[in-house]
């Protein structure tokens, strides 16, 4: 798998941001962060340009039907307000990966090094005590005509230097009707909503609203309204202080695998032993095989089948930060 390219990044993103190359047996892989000297990205300071909130889809949690999804995918007027960030700093390919967190399944390739994406930075930006926060725009310029955001991410600064990215926008129309979107909401309290359907022959899944929140550390935390146990079905834990905290259980489709190149994950979910302060992810993450019987109509995952399988490797965090991963 490709290594993951930190020269332009004082930390690296957490949650399975890029793969390193790894052989079968054991192997343990450095992640030390390096200096972003060398390469920078010019982001605006002029306070003036700061946008006002709330700003997105206020209605987002209303947004439950296909026609309203529609709607709001084609409001003209919605998509004049995010060019009015205007999107005019232009990035170079190589200076950024824009990776995504491990459990969102994408119909095309996660990183934006493909020839027909252009990348912006807006001018207008979102003022945070000691952070800014900036809009990214991944523009597809080759599908159609008139080029559109496909993508859009908040990324977290201080001083100048990349902290951290959440995408938050996504407009992808594949082949024969299929098509992935998030739509985003982003409160006066900076707790950021996102909702994201997945349109195919069913005709259309509507996913669980998922809520984030930017932490002193600049960096981006799942943000839950209440404190106390949660438990769906991927996850389970205690919240505390509206973050994860503590020790997680997680069965998500881990999208970051190669079931080529690792068959011995024989499907794309993990059955993750996760642990979590203030937020971020701490300590030893371990990653099991997920054992689990499908619906033989649907071919959908029986929930209560679901055990833990052989250990397939292990990461280690410090602060939110991957330190190394090892696979067994």
């Not at 082949?175 to 909702?195: C, H, P, R, V």
């Amino acid at each position: 798998m490709p290594k993951i390219n930190i020269a332009c990044f004082a930390v690296l993103f957490f949650l399975f941001s890029c793969y390193s190359k790894a052989q079968t047996e054991n192997k343990t892989i450095s992640t030390e962060p390096h200096s972003t000297d060398k390469k920078s990205v010019f982001f605006n300071t002029n306070k003036a340009d700061c946008i006002n909130l709330p700003f997105g889809y206020s209605d987002i949690s209303k947004r439950i039907t296909v026609d309203s999804i529609l709607s709001a995918i084609q409001d003209k007027n919605k998509l004049k307000e995010f060019n009015a960030l205007q999107f005019e700093k232009v990035i170079k390919k190589d200076l950024v990966l824009l990776p995504e967190e491990y459990d969102v399944f994408l119909p095309f390739s996660k990183n934006v090094n493909e020839k027909y994406d252009q990348i912006k930075i807006a001018s207008d930006f979102l003022c945070h005590e000691d952070y800014s926060i900036y809009f990214m725009a991944v523009y597809n310029t080759v599908r159609y005509a008139e080029p559109f955001i496909e993508k859009m991410y908040l990324v977290s600064t201080k001083n100048g230097k990349l902290v951290d990215m959440k995408r938050i926008y996504l407009n992808h129309q594949g082949e024969m009707g299929f098509a992935n979107y998030t739509l985003f909401n982003i409160d006066k309290n900076y707790i950021i909503s996102l909702q994201d359907y997945e349109f195919s022959e069913d005709p259309f899944t509507l996913k669980p609203l998922q809520k984030y929140q930017i932490l002193p550390s600049g960096k981006f935390a799942r943000y839950y309204d209440k404190d106390g146990p949660y438990k769906n079905n991927e996850e389970q834990g205690m919240v505390k202080d509206h973050h994860k905290e503590g020790k997680w259980i997680e069965t998500k489709s881990n999208g970051s695998m190669d079931l080529q190149k690792y068959p011995e994950f024989t499907d794309p979910y993990t059955y993750l032993e996760a642990e979590y302060k203030n937020g971020l992810p701490t300590g030893t993450w371990k990653f099991y095989k997920l054992l689990q019987k499908y619906n033989e109509e649907t071919g959908e995952p029986i929930l209560n089948t679901r055990k833990k399988g052989q250990l397939i490797y292990t990461e280690m965090y410090r602060e939110g930060v991957l330190e190394k991963r090892e696979l067994h």
